[in-house]
């Protein structure tokens, strides 16, 4: 299953609309969004999501931003963020649940010992990457096809990210297949404004 990322600074950077992105995103019947704005505003960010919400169907998840919970179906974080909600990811993930109830909860990790940290907590995926090298990340170690035996480890589902592309196809312990900038090249190739 494909999973939409849309990164704001991607869009920005790439002169692609919200809504030509959208879109897009619709005609390849893409069930789930992740929404990721670094350095907007939260009144950015929540006109950004009344947006989506109102040209797309599928789940919306916002990267981050808890405050924006009731605006989405779910809340996704990384290795950093977390730790701002309890001294250990299991306090953390416990006092996220008592925020966001029982709405969709995505872990980043990025190795085999973080999967396994990941495994007792009570969320709903991990986003395992990166796969390939990538613009929005270039910090982001890179392990290839070592990912795909690392997600074997994982007791949830597991959403291989970094590089990923539309194309790409892995095995069943791969749940979804996150592809955001290759969304943008894809739509660039087939649209000449961008």
């Given amino acids: 299953m494909i999973y939409a990322l849309v990164d704001q600074e991607t869009l920005d950077q790439r002169a692609v609309s919200l809504q030509d992105l959208l879109k897009y995103i619709n005609s390849l019947s893409i069930s789930i969004l992740q929404y990721r704005n670094k350095s ?19 789940k919306v998840i916002v990267n981050d931003t808890i405050a924006l919970i009731d605006d ?13 909600y309890g001294e250990t990811k299991r306090e953390a993930v416990v006092e996220i649940r008592k925020r966001i109830g029982r709405k969709l909860l995505g872990l980043s990790t990025h190795n085999a010992a973080e999967v396994e940290e990941a495994n007792p907590l009570d969320i709903d995926y991990i986003g395992l990457g ?16 070592a990912l ?3 997600a074997k ?8 990210i970094g590089g990923v592309r539309l194309d790409d196809v892995f095995d069943e312990s791969i749940a979804y297949r996150v592809v955001g900038s290759d969304l943008y090249t894809t739509l660039c190739q087939k649209d000449l404004q961008c």
């Fill in 153 to 160: 480890r994982s007791k949830h589902p597991v959403a291989i």
């Fill in 40 to 58: 907007g505003t939260l009144s950015e960010k929540k006109r950004a999501l009344q947006t989506i919400k109102r040209l797309y169907s599928g």
């Fill in 148 to 150: 795909l035996e690392i």
């Fill in 72 to 84: 989405v179906d779910g809340l996704h974080l990384g290795q950093e963020d977390i730790r701002q």
């Fill in 130 to 145: 990166a796969y390939r090298s990538t613009g929005t990340k270039k910090d982001a170690e890179v392990k290839g096809a």
